[in-house]
Every structure is written in structure tokens, then in C-alpha cells.
């Protein structure tokens, strides 16, 4: 599954969960240089990157994917062989009351990344410009919105509905104009919900996790019918280095782990396990916080994927389910607060957001 040793990526957004992770991975595993950018917003966190972030295989660019005079930089510097493109605003709540960074982040921050990812590409020649690849990763949520039956596949029409998903969606066709208009070879692929460590917990397993650990009341959105395909983030990470490495240009693979659950159905697993893991020190069951609270504007039912084509085509299957997924993470967190104290020691605090408030 691995590409060659002498392999040089560069993660945008590698200070961030999913990025991190990816980061981690990649340095633990392959004997590949591994280089991070990141602009370390609220959401990046060196910490995240363990002890990945010392090891010589690994450079870290504090930069702005915005930057094109920085991007051209590390570009001509580090001379990657593949990019994995996470950079992205990623929170819905937040691109509700401040659309404005999704816009510049996701749609600008991936313009500018093509912009200078081929002009590095049409630099080289030969088997340099044969082997590199660009792996943009996006969501399911640019499909906008499915009823109780049917799921996301590679031909689903785009539908957003929030400006988070508008967003990554513009980003997903300026993708497939460069790699049809000027060869570019990319890959893109749409996952479903990703959790695990070092999620910042303003996602709902995290902070669900921070909540009920400090006694406070554990808010769901309208009735928690909302349902979303949960993906834990180690077997993310797996999908794409299968994609990287089998995929083929120009195709797009849709990642996910055939775990449906409600919101609701979430936060009561996350409770049964703090019950087991963390009891309450009344002996009180967490559940009791829970707390049904305005839905959010524009929130969409459900989300699935079917994973068909990346199961067949790179015979990629997760390998956690929900629950085994969730108990590790419940877990990390539990072993882990000071990390969950560090990050929430910045601008956020755990309070509501996505409430449609003036930027």
C-alpha cells in the first residue's frame, strides 16, 4: 500500500485533527519526509502532532494556504512528491455565524494551493513529474441532504446547504477543472464523520466527552433524530494512503464506515461509556445532562456513504466499528485532559455556536 521510501508529502492542515493524524502516520510508518503546513488557527495544535512533531523525517511551515509566495517556497524547497490537501474550515455551527473564513480558506486557500501546485508540477520532468500526485480531501456534506433511505455515491449530484458545504464543494470543483482543464493529477475523496484523539472539541463526540466529564448539560440539536455515518479517524487515514498509493488520477473515492447512528443514539453511547469509564461521583448516569436544544438552521437530516467502488477498486474496508472506535476514543480522552484543557484555553469554551448571529 505504501508508496516508495523516498517519498516527500506535504500535508496543508497538518497541526489539525484528521491532519494530524495523517502526519503521525505517516512519519511512524514509511520512511517518507513528512512536511506539515499549517496556520495553526484556533483548531491547530502542535500538540497534536505528538511526537511526530521532533522527529527529523518531519519539517513544520507555519504558513497560510492563502499565501501563494509561501506555498511557492515550501514547494520549491521540499520538492514534495505528493500533497494531501486537509487545510480547511470544517465546523458548520461556525461557518453559520462567520461564513467569511470558510470562503477565503476553503475555496481561496485551495485556489491558491492549484495555482502554485502546478506550477511546481509543470517544473518537473520525467519520472518526478510522473510519480506526484494531489489528494484533496473533502466531505460528504456537499451532497447536501438524504431522507431515511439511500446513500452518497461518486455520482451524487452536489446539493450544500450550509456555507461550510458550499464551500468545500466550490473547492471540489475547482479540483476537477484543474485536473481537466490543465492535467493536473489529483485525486479526491468524500468521507462521512470522522472522530477519535485529538478532535477539538467543539465536535459533537468531544465535546460531549469535555461536557460530561465537568457535570454540564450535554446539548442536542432539535430531537437528535439527525443521523450521520461515523468514520473512525485511524481507518481515514488508512483510505487515504490506499488512495495515494492505488487511486487513480482524476478519479474521485468516497471513504466511509457503514456506521449510521443518530446524534441522539451518539451521545448516549458517549454516556454509557463515561458511566463505565468515568463514573459520576453522586453514581448519577451522564445521560441526565442531556438536554434537547434549537436545531440549527439549514441542518441536514442524514448522511451516508456507500463505499462500494473504494472497497472494490483498493480493497479498502475499516477496520473499527462504531463501538470499538468509541470506546478508544472515550479513552484517549480520559488519558488526555490536559491536551483538552490546553486547546480549550484559547477563544473557545464550549458554548453554543450556529445560531445565525452577524459576523
Given at each position: 500500500m505504501d508508496r516508495p521510501p523516498d517519498d516527500t508529502f506535504l500535508v496543508t492542515g497538518g497541526a489539525g485533527f484528521i491532519g494530524s493524524a495523517v502526519v503521525r502516520t505517516l512519519v511512524a510508518d514509511t520512511g517518507a519526509s513528512v512536511v506539515t503546513l499549517d496556520k495553526l488557527t484556533y483548531a491547530g495544535n502542535l500538540a497534536s502532532l505528538a511526537d511526530a512533531f521532533h522527529h527529523p523525517r518531519h519539517h513544520f511551515e507555519q504558513a497560510d494556504v492563502c499565501d501563494g509566495e509561501a506555498l511557492r517556497r515550501i514547494l520549491t524547497q521540499y520538492r514534495p512528491t505528493a500533497i494531501l490537501h486537509l487545510a480547511a474550515e470544517s465546523h458548520v455551527d461556525r461557518s453559520i455565524d462567520g461564513p467569511g473564513d470558510f470562503i477565503r480558506t476553503n475555496i481561496l486557500g485551495t485556489y491558491s494551493l492549484l495555482t502554485e501546485a502546478r506550477r511546481y508540477w509543470d517544473g518537473l520532468s520525467g519520472e518526478e513529474k510522473d510519480r506526484f500526485r494531489l489528494l484533496h480531501v473533502s466531505t460528504?456534506?456537499?451532497?447536501?441532504?438524504?431522507?431515511?433511505?439511500?446513500?452518497?455515491?461518486?455520482?451524487?449530484?452536489?446539493?450544500?446547504?450550509?456555507?461550510?458545504?458550499?464551500?468545500?464543494?466550490?473547492?471540489?470543483?475547482?479540483?476537477?477543472?484543474?485536473?481537466?482543464?490543465?492535467?493536473?493529477?489529483?485525486?479526491?475523496?468524500?468521507?462521512?464523520?470522522?472522530?477519535?484523539?485529538?478532535?477539538?472539541?467543539?465536535?459533537?463526540?468531544?465535546?460531549?466527552?469535555?461536557?460530561?466529564?465537568?457535570?454540564?448539560?450535554?446539548?442536542?440539536?432539535?430531537?437528535?433524530?439527525?443521523?450521520?455515518?461515523?468514520?473512525?479517524?485511524?481507518?481515514?487515514?488508512?483510505?487515504?494512503?490506499?488512495?495515494?498509493?492505488?487511486?487513480?488520477?482524476?478519479?474521485?473515492?468516497?471513504?466511509?464506515?457503514?456506521?449510521?447512528?443518530?446524534?441522539?443514539?451518539?451521545?448516549?453511547?458517549?454516556?454509557?461509556?463515561?458511566?463505565?469509564?468515568?463514573?459520576?461521583?453522586?453514581?448519577?448516569?451522564?445521560?441526565?445532562?442531556?438536554?434537547?436544544?434549537?436545531?440549527?438552521?439549514?441542518?441536514?437530516?442524514?448522511?451516508?456513504?456507500?463505499?462500494?467502488?473504494?472497497?472494490?477498486?483498493?480493497?479498502?474496508t475499516p477496520r473499527e466499528t462504531f463501538e470499538s472506535g468509541l470506546r478508544r476514543t472515550v479513552r484517549w480522552y480520559l488519558e488526555n485532559q490536559a491536551w483538552c484543557r490546553h486547546v480549550r484555553s484559547g477563544g473557545y469554551r464550549g458554548e453554543r455556536l450556529g445560531l445565525g448571529s452577524t459576523a
Open positions: 460528504d456534506e456537499v451532497f447536501g441532504c438524504l431522507g431515511a433511505e439511500g446513500s452518497f455515491n461518486e455520482e451524487t449530484p452536489y446539493r450544500p446547504n450550509s456555507p461550510y458545504s458550499a464551500s468545500k464543494a466550490a473547492a471540489d470543483h475547482l479540483v476537477r477543472a484543474w485536473s481537466r482543464t490543465y492535467g493536473l493529477p489529483v485525486i479526491t475523496t468524500n468521507c462521512s464523520n470522522n472522530f477519535g484523539p485529538y478532535q477539538f472539541p467543539e465536535k459533537l463526540i468531544p465535546l460531549m466527552i469535555a461536557k460530561g466529564l465537568e457535570g454540564q448539560p450535554l446539548p442536542v440539536y432539535g430531537e437528535g433524530r439527525n443521523v450521520r455515518d461515523w468514520l473512525y479517524v485511524d481507518d481515514h487515514v488508512d483510505a487515504l494512503r490506499t488512495v495515494l498509493a492505488r487511486g487513480r488520477v482524476g478519479e474521485t473515492y468516497m471513504i466511509g464506515g457503514h456506521q449510521e447512528r443518530t446524534n441522539l443514539d451518539v451521545v448516549q453511547a458517549v454516556c454509557a461509556l463515561l458511566d463505565e469509564l468515568a463514573p459520576d461521583r453522586a453514581g448519577q448516569a451522564h445521560a441526565r445532562l442531556i438536554q434537547f436544544v434549537p436545531d440549527r438552521p439549514a441542518h441536514d437530516f442524514r448522511y451516508a456513504i456507500d463505499p462500494t467502488k473504494v472497497r472494490r477498486a483498493l480493497s479498502w
